[in-house]
């Protein structure tokens, strides 16, 4: 752990910016992700019967792999929906094209109500994402940081769903749900980040 502090510090010494490339471990116990949508039913109120299951829900069940009941954000599911498959477009921010530190932004910007910097890099070093190397304390609305390009320190970026899959516009297949344990994916990931609990409020 030392070490990878140690390499974030000569890290921030690199100057420039870079958006996606076209081809401090948080405690255990911080393990919510960015932020849960606010429930639709208010605090006391008496459950009736089960919700029928939203298409929507069945839909991204079948892509994490896991029961439909874990499809619980909405919100951020609807707008994957609306983006996926995408084209990739480098510096693209909309939906004749789109790259991942773009869609990062506008994601969070429209199912969390966060801004965050507009390329890769600057998001990997904002000083509101906590960062941490190990997988095992991902959770749902973490970003996740590669590095895609040989010469950058990080170059591509996705958004962590669950079950060890994520979402991102890839420069091969434009916005698309991928596998972590995907060897590409695997021997290029460089850490995780979490927004700031405080920056919530913002």
């Known amino acids: 752990m030392r070490r990878f502090g140690m390499f974030l510090l000569s890290l921030s010494f690199i100057p420039g910016f870079f958006s996606c490339a076209s081809s401090k471990k948080t405690s255990s116990e911080q393990t919510s992700g960015i932020i849960i949508e606010a429930p639709t039913t208010s605090p006391g109120t008496v459950a009736s019967a089960p919700k029928k299951k939203e298409p929507l829900q069945e839909k991204y069940a079948q892509y994490l792999n896991v029961p439909p009941d874990q499809i619980q954000n909405i919100r951020l599911f ?41 390329t890769s890099i600057t998001q990997f070093f904002d000083k509101w994402v906590d960062l941490f190397d190990s997988k095992r304390y991902l959770a749902e609305g973490d970003l996740v940081f590669f590095r895609t390009m040989e010469d950058k320190v990080v170059s591509h970026v996705g958004l962590y769903l669950g079950n060890r899959m994520f979402i991102n516009a890839s420069s091969s297949k434009g916005v698309i749900i991928a596998n972590l344990d995907d060897p590409y994916w695997k021997s290029r990931y460089v850490a995780a980040g979490r927004v700031k609990t405080s920056m919530l409020n913002k």
């Open 78 to 118: 609807q707008f994957i929906d609306y983006w996926m498959y995408t084209p990739y477009k480098w510096g693209g921010t909309d939906k004749t094209g789109i790259d991942c530190s773009a869609f990062m932004q506008r994601l969070l910007k429209e199912v969390y109500d966060i801004r965050i910097p507009r």
